[in-house]
């Protein structure tokens, strides 16, 4: 499968603490993507990262790239109830973007 | 949801009977895309336009059709459904496409049911 794998499969933290998530891949690619699903809802796009650029950030976000690993992590600082949602990695190589199987976040208050 | 509207948003049907879920978008975007996520498999695309009446197929197109006769409207077919046909379905859209960067906005999802 072309599929990315994503890990873990779930986190459950405090809110307040940091969620780190990670993606790997196995083809070359243009570009990674994350994006963000809450329940019963579509996709939201989050961050993409080109495959020249090693780390980006966007306000708690903060996304890293080792093309040399195929491996992508996201992490999400100071995390916020509304956090809350499953997060997913998506890689573009020359065909369409390729989705991994997700991370399903749950922050507790 | 970026302009985009799918329709229905829920369906139920009997397995052999044809389906058709619409997708609308009202950004002026040049692909579209559909895809079905189910568990433990994420997003799979079915088959994807990168214009009117331009389509190709996706990773798991057995069993579906598409059609695009206007840019704003991308339309997915079952055309005899079955039971592993159960799904949510999304539609996306982008505006650029071919490898390059395709951030791609999802309307809200069309849950089927096949019994």
């Known amino acids: 499968s072309q599929q990315g794998e994503e890990d873990p499969q779930a986190l459950s933290i405090q809110e307040g603490e940091n969620a780190t998530m990670n993606c790997s891949y196995k083809?070359?690619?243009?570009?990674l993507q994350w994006y963000r699903q809450n329940s019963g809802r579509g996709l939201v796009h989050l961050i993409l990262?080109?495959?020249?650029?090693r780390e980006k950030h966007s306000g708690r976000l903060r996304v890293t790239l080792d093309t040399s690993k195929k491996s992508s992590s996201l992490l999400i600082t100071a995390s916020r109830a509304a956090d809350t949602a499953s997060y997913f990695c998506?890689?573009?190589?020359?065909?369409?973007?390729?989705f991994g199987q997700g991370t399903r976040l749950t922050i507790n208050p | 949801d970026a302009g985009i509207t799918q329709s229905p948003r829920h369906k139920v049907t009997e397995t052999g009977t044809p389906v058709t879920l619409r997708c609308h978008q009202t950004?002026?975007?040049?692909?579209m895309y559909w895809y079905r996520q189910d568990p433990g498999h994420g997003l799979r695309l079915i088959h994807y336009?990168?214009?009117?009446?331009?389509?190709d197929k996706g990773e798991v197109s057995d069993g579906y059709s598409v059609s695009r006769s206007k840019t704003e409207d991308f339309l997915l077919t079952l055309e005899s459904a079955t039971s592993s046909q159960t799904s949510v379905y999304f539609c996306?859209?982008?505006?650029?496409?071919?490898?390059?960067?395709?951030?791609?906005?999802f309307g809200p999802g069309t849950r089927l049911l096949v019994l």
């Open positions: 336009s990168y214009g009117v009446k331009d389509t």
């Open positions: 998506a890689f573009q190589g020359a065909q369409k973007l390729v």
């Open positions: 950004e002026n975007h040049r692909y």
């Open positions: 083809t070359s690619i243009n570009n």
């Open positions: 996306a859209i982008s505006h650029q496409g071919g490898g390059y960067q395709e951030t791609q906005y």
């Open positions: 990262i080109r495959s020249n650029e």
